[in-house]
């Protein structure tokens, strides 16, 4: 074990608020490809149309069809996938009150599943979903079948389209998700950021707002990021990392 990552394990366990946030790197190693590596999301269209697009609130609106035929294999399959062992140590790191939660930018649950129960979605989710024109809400499950045959899903009550409750692009972020992730960057002592190019504005911004209330931060990311010269640790491997933190701080670990 470096020296360096043992001067982080000893700074968790005496740090009285470690705030972790979390991008697409962490879902990679449960088979979830991330969006802005080489051969990620981003990296080619889909049926021709950019992927940025596809993702933007004026066009689902103009064509919800093609959102939806994209996402049955992106946001209404995730039952496919399992937590990576980066959920499964960060749910057992709350579970042992060393960190108080996560705030992710993943859309994915995963959080969730692996048995977080403090998570901050910056960009929302799909587990919840609303209808266009009369703003009744519906969940996962009410969705994903009509989805996965093909189908926009319609309100049974106005027949407006129904949307997942995952921010787009044109979209604002939710304000309080937003202003909580704040109040908690500016009030933690140790904030760790894994897996996130940290390029997306505003979310990338809170780490920085950690590091200007004086805490001390932790990037963990397999390329650099414009944050990387902030950080008090900085490491490559996510799974190396999880590893050998999960080794030191969780009694009995094997990422069960």
Partial sequence: MSQSIQSLIDAIKSSNDTAVFTGAGVSTLSGIKDFRSPDGVYSRPWQGYSVEDILSLHFFKRDPAIFYQWAREFCYCLDRYRPSIVHNLLAKLEEQHLIGGVMTQ????????????????VHGSPSNHHCLKCRKTFGYDD??????????P?????????KPDIIFYGESLDQNTLEACFDWAERCQIMIVLGSSLTVQPAASIPLAAYQAHAKVCIVN?????????????????????EELGQALIPGWNND
Avoid at 154 to 162: H, L
Avoid at 222 to 242: C, E, M, N, V
Wanted: aromatic share 6%; net charge neutral; charged share 25%.
């Fill in 222 to 242: 397999a390329q650099d990021t414009p944050l990387d010269r902030i950080a008090t640790w900085h490491f490559r491997d996510l799974k190396t990392f999880s």
């Fill in 154 to 162: 319609k309100c049974p009550d106005c027949g407006g389209v129904i």
């Fill in 106 to 121: 993943n859309i994915d649950v995963l959080h969730q599943k692996a048995g977080s129960k403090n998570v901050l979605e």
């Fill in 143 to 152: 969705i994903a079948p009509t989805v996965m045959k093909g189908d926009v």
